[in-house]
């Protein structure tokens, strides 16, 4: 098992900026897929960006794609969301996620992450 824990939310101006961390702790980080998702009052959890085990492939939904930038660092067990150009859409929790799984096709998709992380809450003012 893997346990994660994400830092780095608040309260921003729109155009802004935050970098968002999740640290984990428990097996061997770098066995996992890291993925970043987040809710919205009142919506479904909804993909962010993913990393693949040795940082060689990312993804982003395109709702993001060129504002945020996923990384991460297996020798210290954390994975990074950068978030530019930050908008007023963008305010949600945010969950950090570590999946199990070897299919790139399921980057996306929430229910084949295995672990998650408490979520930290990212607000955008306008």
């Known amino acids: 098992q893997v346990q994660l824990v994400e830092s780095g939310g608040g309260l921003v101006q729109a155009g802004g900026s935050l970098r968002l961390s999740c640290a984990a702790s428990?097996?061997?980080?770098?066995?996992?897929?890291a993925g970043w998702f987040r809710q919205a009052p009142g919506q479904e959890r909804e993909f962010v960006a993913a990393i693949n085990r040795r940082s060689s492939n990312t993804y982003y939904a395109d709702s993001v794609k060129g504002r945020f930038t996923i990384s991460r660092d297996n020798a210290k067990n954390t994975v990074h969301l950068q978030m530019n150009s930050l908008k007023p859409e963008d305010t949600a929790v945010y969950f950090c996620?570590?999946?199990?799984?070897?299919?790139?096709?399921?980057?996306?998709?929430?229910?084949?992450?295995?672990?998650w992380g408490q979520g930290t809450q990212v607000t955008v003012s306008s």
């Open positions: 428990g097996r061997t980080f770098s066995l996992y897929v």
């Open positions: 996620a570590a999946g199990e799984f070897y299919d790139y096709s399921f980057y996306r998709a929430r229910n084949k992450y295995n672990y």
